[in-house]
Antibody, heavy 115, light 108 residues
């Protein structure tokens, strides 16, 4: 079964850091680009970051550029999002998604930034 | 950055009605446009990719069209299980992407 499972979310104070992980299974992970997408409570989807299959191309939304870093470990079938200098507006459910078509999504991990 | 303007933001229609949602890109994105359905408490689900291709297993009442800057998503006959929020997403400037603001579809 093709599956993505996010982890690493939690409650964190403003200015602190958090690292999200996404474990992939059921498909050849290093064949596909991957994305992080977030959804603030009651709001729409916001693309956060994307990475090509070989990490050769990486992109970020302006809202997180300079604070978040996406990476992947193809040997471990895993995607990561290092989030630094967190702000209240980063509070959201964070999804990882497979491929440019985003044809597979995880269930998400919740990040809450609050003092 | 490419902006996606989706309209309407919400709509109410009767079962059996034809429902149309539009998405406009701020620049030419060819056919690099996908449509998703999101039900409350669930992850989004891909319905249409490359503007007009139906994802495997998705009912044929869903369709998409358009290219360049103007795109349309249609539900030919609205069903109760179609109540959800629908999003367009462009991927012209990979690996970057953008979502539209979403359209909440309700039953009248």
């Amino acid at each position: 079964e093709v599956q993505l499972v996010e982890s690493g979310g939690g409650l964190v104070q403003p200015g602190r850091s958090l690292r999200l992980s996404c474990a992939a299974s059921g498909f050849t992970f290093d064949d596909y680009a991957m994305h992080w997408v977030r959804q603030a409570p009651g709001k729409g989807l916001e693309w956060v970051s994307g990475i090509s299959w070989n990490s050769g191309s990486i992109g970020y939304a302006d809202s997180v550029k300079g604070r978040f870093t996406i990476s992947r470990d193809n040997a471990k079938n895993s995607l990561y999002l290092q989030m630094n200098s967190l702000r209240a507006e980063d509070t959201a459910l964070y999804y990882c998604a497979k491929n440019y078509y985003m044809d597979v999504w995880g269930k998400g991990t919740t990040v809450t930034v609050s003092s | 950055d490419i902006q996606m303007t989706q309209s309407p933001s919400s709509l109410s229609a009767s079962v059996g009605d034809r429902v149309t949602i539009t998405c406009q890109a701020s620049q030419d994105i060819s056919n690099y446009l996908n449509w998703y359905q999101q039900k409350p408490g669930k992850a989004p689900k891909l319905l249409i990719y490359d503007a007009s291709n139906l994802e495997t297993g998705v009912p044929s009442r869903f369709s998409g069209s358009g290219s360049g800057t103007d795109f349309t998503f249609t539900i030919s006959s609205l069903q109760p299980e179609d109540i959800a929020t629908y999003y367009c997403q462009q991927y012209d400037n990979l690996p970057c992407s953008t979502f539209g603001g979403g359209t909440k579809v309700e039953i009248k």
